[in-house]
């Protein structure tokens, strides 16, 4: 299957391209706050509108229970959640999930500059807005 057929897979094949390219370039050890750094400088060079530890407000009921601070959110639609772990693991794929589920945004990308650099690809459809 092509990822032309993907949502927003022109932005997303933007983002992991910038990701190989700063994982090339900096490689594995540093904190996650360098890569966002730089994954910011390379999707802006790559001409992208990016948000830098946009807020996510939580609702429960309609009622505000807690925020949380998004990575990046590149042009609008998509949630980019960068770790720095030695690997991945489940509690990743769900922070990225629940991210989705608190916005109107329904693509995300989980980006790890782990000692092999990896990714995935998360979708979630959610009619409610609240970002």
Do not use: W
């Not at 693509?107 to 459809?125: A, H, S």
Request: charged letters at 25%; aromatic letters at 14%; hydrophobic letters at 40%.
């Amino acid at each position: 299957m092509k990822s032309n057929n993907y949502k927003h897979s022109d932005i997303t094949e933007k983002i992991i391209s910038c990701f190989y390219k700063v994982y090339n370039n900096l490689g594995y050890g540093f904190l996650e706050k360098v890569y966002e750094n730089a994954m910011y400088i390379e999707l802006r060079r790559m001409g992208l509108f990016v948000e830098k530890q946009k807020q996510i407000i939580v609702y429960y009921e309609n009622q505000k229970v807690g925020e949380y601070y998004a990575d990046l959110i590149v042009s609008e639609s998509v949630i980019v959640e960068l770790k720095a772990a030695e690997s991945l693991c489940e509690e990743h794929e769900f922070q990225l999930i629940n991210y989705l589920k608190a916005t109107e945004v329904e693509v995300g990308l989980l980006l790890n500059f782990g000692k092999e650099p990896v990714f995935k690809r998360k979708v979630f459809t959610n009619k409610i807005n609240h970002i």
